[in-house]
């Protein structure tokens, strides 16, 4: 198993043809999620030359409130309805945590860091089963204007939710699994890459879970509905829905929709969710696996 | 609460599969509702909501305020509860801090709808005054008093109770000022406007006991669920707000029947929470 006892000072991300490393100590992937819809098979672009992602420097005029619902919506950055943004993903970010991920999916970018199973300070009574404690906090540059948009105090809450359910709690008895994630910059579905990412931190640091747990978000705009919004589209979206899902155990661990939903547009939404959950599922088990041969060599 | 037994936990789980609870209920079969208006005189609004063993209060202030300035033609809304000490002794202190603001966030997602206002319970375009400068900010508290199951439909009722019995006094703009200048207000103390409450939703709380989904669950019931979902159903039949709470994981199709389970189960409740609603309005209006 790894653990986050790395030496080499830290540089910043880079896009590598990954296949074989030099450097034993970092894995990179770097993989474009086409057209997820449920109809199509995966086609991981590993190594690709091209770059995950040009962010595109989005207008700085308000967006018209788009009340027509034949209007079509383009993305901002230029994707299908039901494509989700490159995601880069990478374990052993933070050398000094039982193990640590940091993930970028498009401009949201996030860092999770897991310190345990250590000594429960707080708790005085004695319980079978281990404690989880969750943070999730906005660095004061992660929204564009200063300050606005890090009043999501629950999130953490949320994080906690999501995680409770997956972790085998009574592998580590009388103790605390802590749980830190810091978004760096919040580019919309910021919850969803926040769980993602723990789920692939708690791996790193070898807690025993189910199974890896991915999340994953659509916005619908008029009857349209995106995979993955970015916060132009979360701004004025007409309905959000939120899914957790075990992707190997078909089982869904959270949900939360806000907005109005008409029951074919959560059967379709549901749909896209467990599709896109299973494959960045399988991208998160490449990434372990490439960290696990890594640090073998 | 008392912890439950071996022998009390197989009761109620085989009670359930058999679809006859321990107090003689089939499985989507509500406790007796009891609405009462007018509680808070003090209040523009107020509710009080008994099923059962559950009993809360919900109260609606309505106070002169600015729009933000990301949102600067909608009122503002804010939901806060508060699990009182008197319904479970963990409640004192910090204890029901974290229930508290789980169910304050779950109705503030059925009442206020996504980003844009769609699916909203209250048009929050209704609360403004003047733009930019004056609006009305819904302060919307609920109390729990008495805990035993199913606080979140309780408190879904007694809002949308709360909302019905809402009179908000009437506003005359009555200066025109420069833009940079607050415009003087003339709130009137005889004419009120009741609020619109036709499209607040009610809450359902699907509760899966073992292989079993039943609704409006008691404190015991509660105790032995392994995950319970909470649709928030409109008139029209539109869901508009979902949370599941509750660890273990759960199939997706189990999350799509529940959905029709409880549009199903919204029909006979929302017209059982109308009925009651005018009811405790037409009491309220005769005292």
């Known amino acids: 198993m790894f653990n986050g006892e790395f030496l080499l000072p830290r540089s910043p991300p880079r896009l590598l043809l990954f296949f074989r490393l030099s450097n034993p100590l970092r894995t990179q992937i770097l993989i474009f999620i086409k057209s997820l819809s449920a109809q199509n098979k995966m086609s991981a672009k590993p190594g690709a030359a091209t770059p995950t992602y040009s962010p595109k420097v989005v207008g700085r005029s308000r967006l018209p409130i788009f009340k027509d619902s034949d209007l079509d919506w383009s993305r901002p950055d230029g994707r299908g309805f039901p494509q989700c943004r490159p995601a880069l993903l990478q374990t052993g970010a933070v050398s000094s945590a039982s193990g640590s991920a940091y993930a970028e999916f498009g401009n949201t970018k996030v860092i999770v860091s897991v310190f345990g199973p250590r000594e429960s300070k707080k708790a005085m009574t004695y319980s079978d089963v281990g404690r989880l404690n969750c943070n999730v906090s906005y660095t004061t540059f992660a929204s564009p204007t200063l300050g606005q948009g890090t009043d999501h105090k629950e999130f953490s809450s949320m994080l906690h939710k999501a995680l409770e359910g997956v972790i085998m709690m009574e592998t580590f008895p009388k103790t605390t699994v802590d749980v830190f994630a810091l978004v760096l910059e919040s580019g919309g579905s910021d919850l969803s890459v926040v769980i993602s990412c723990a789920s692939l931190a708690l791996a790193d640091a070898g807690i025993m879970m189910y199974d890896l747990i991915t999340a994953v978000s659509v916005s619908c705009i008029g009857k349209n509905l995106m995979i993955d919004p970015v916060t132009e589209e979360e701004g004025c979206e007409d309905g959000s829905f939120m899914m957790t899902c075990m992707p190997s155990r078909y089982e869904v661990t959270q949900l939360t929709v806000t907005g109005e939903w008409t029951t074919p547009n959560i059967n379709e939404a549901m749909q896209l969710c467990l599709d896109a959950c299973s494959k960045l599922g399988e991208i998160m088990r490449d990434c372990l696996k490439q960290a696990a041969s890594a640090s073998d060599e | ?287």
């Open chain 2, 1 to 287: 609460m008392v912890g439950l037994s071996i022998g009390e936990q197989h009761f109620v789980k085989g009670g359930i599969a058999q679809d006859l609870r321990t107090d003689g209920r089939k499985r989507l079969t509500y406790r007796p509702i009891y609405v009462e208006t007018g509680v808070i005189p003090q209040a523009n609004g107020s509710a009080r909501v008994k099923i059962g063993g559950t009993d809360v209060i919900a109260s609606v202030k309505a106070e002169i305020g600015r729009p933000s300035s990301l949102q600067p033609d909608k009122g503002k809304v804010a939901v806060f509860i508060d699990c009182s000490p008197t319904a479970e002794p963990t409640f004192g202190g910090r204890g029901g801090e974290e229930l508290s603001s789980e169910l304050a966030l779950a109705l503030q997602r059925c009442l206020l709808g996504g980003k844009s206002g769609a699916g909203a319970g209250i048009n929050l375009s209704s609360l403004l005054i003047k733009e930019g400068k004056v609006c009305w900010d819904l302060y919307i508290d609920g109390l729990v008093i008495s805990s035993d199951g199913n606080l979140l439909d309780a408190l879904g009722a007694a809002i949308k109770a709360a909302l019905t019995n809402t009179a908000i006094p009437k506003v005359n703009v009555s200066a025109e000022v420069a833009d940079d200048e607050q415009p003087e207000i003339d709130i009137s103390d005889e004419e009120y406007l009741q609020f619109d409450t036709s499209s607040v939703p009610v809450i359902v709380t699907l509760t899966k006991v073992g292989t079993h989904y039943i609704v409006d669950a008691t404190a015991e019931e509660e105790s032995q669920m392994s995950s319970a979902v909470s649709i928030s159903v409109n008139r029209v039949g539109h869901i508009c707000g979902l949370t599941k709470r509750g660890g273990s994981g759960l199939d997706p199709s189990v999350i799509l029947d529940m959905i029709s389970v409880a549009k199903h189960v919204t029909e006979t409740l929302m017209s059982k929470l109308d009925s009651e609603i005018s009811a405790a309005e037409a009491c309220e209006d005769e005292s």
